[in-house]
């Protein structure tokens, strides 16, 4: 790993990160984690859920919604309630740090090297907010916003006392805010072709194809087919990946080149670590 990635090729790169519901470690619960909107599908379904989206999908259309309004509930309970002190989120935090600090000190000036895109699939605000109290120059749209925001996709922010461009992050949600969101289900793929949908991905591949692209692939359980299809596209044309993973048997893009998708591993896949941590400390080294 660390003689694959240095200095010089992130500085020379245009940086992106997909972020899975990983990324927030245990600060924030996976969709099994929703307590109240579990237990209303045990009811339904009068069994023990072991998955959330498998269960979703035996389920009727009247019984879902139900479900999804608990879940939506639940949801804006559980980020208003968030503990920006827990360490995963520090973590991410220092993460983001670093690889501002690694964009602003890089010796290229190009405006659009300046962006730092961050392609999530999930529905908080978590990284708008941690930007926000660090100071960063940030967009976010989504299906909820894109016709808000579609002007500000390519922002890059310019500081003219120094005259040079400001790493500006650029924040897309594939799969929605918690106001529009793409639910889990057999619909979810159906539902990311909607124009809304469909604009935000489309131009997610359109930067992942650019010459000397980077992607940072933090928590993202690769069971998204239509996320996996634009990925695999994408390395056709030179893109490189480097996938963190957190357990043992994480899926992982099949099939790709090995200097086009490199696996950073655990040390210890018995006593795991948040994989943010791992990335920040690479990344720091880099900056060090």
Avoid at 11 to 37: W, Y
Wanted: charged letters at 25%; one cysteine or more.
């Amino acid at each position: 790993m660390e003689e694959l990635i240095n200095k010089n090729i992130i500085a020379s790169s245009h940086i992106n990160f997909l972020f899975g519901a990983g990324v927030n470690g245990k600060a924030f619960p996976q969709l099994n984690g929703f307590e109240k909107s579990v237990n209303k599908m045990e009811e339904i379904l009068s069994k023990k859920i072991e998955n959330f989206e498998d269960s979703i999908n035996e389920m009727k259309k009247e019984d879902i919604d139900v479900v999804y309004d608990i879940f939506t509930n639940e949801f804006k309970n559980y980020e208003n309630e968030l503990d920006y002190t827990n360490i995963s989120l520090i973590n991410l935090k220092k993460m983001l740090n670093t690889i501002y600090k690694i964009v602003e000190n890089a010796e290229n000036r190009q405006r659009d090297m300046k962006q730092i895109n961050i392609y999530t699939l999930n529905y908080d605000n978590i990284v708008e907010n941690i930007l926000n109290s660090e100071g960063y120059m940030n967009n976010s749209v989504s299906a909820s916003t894109l016709g808000e925001n579609i002007n500000f996709l390519d922002l890059v922010a310019y500081d003219y006392t120094t005259y040079k461009y400001v790493p500006t992050f650029m924040i897309s949600k594939l799969h929605g805010d918690i106001e529009r969101p793409i639910y889990p289900g057999l619909d979810k793929y159906k539902t990311s072709l909607a124009s809304e949908y469909f604009e935000i991905n489309f131009r997610m591949k359109e930067q992942l194809c650019k010459f000397n692209s980077v992607l940072f692939v933090i928590g993202y359980s690769c069971n998204d087919e239509h996320i996996n299809k634009i990925l695999l596209d994408c390395i056709k044309h030179g893109l490189v990946i480097y996938w963190f993973k957190f357990g043992l048997n994480d899926k992982v893009l099949e099939n790709c080149p090995e200097n086009q998708l490199i696996i950073v591993d655990q040390k210890d896949y018995n006593n795991p670590i948040d994989s943010t941590r791992i990335c920040a400390e690479y990344l720091e080294k880099l900056n060090g």
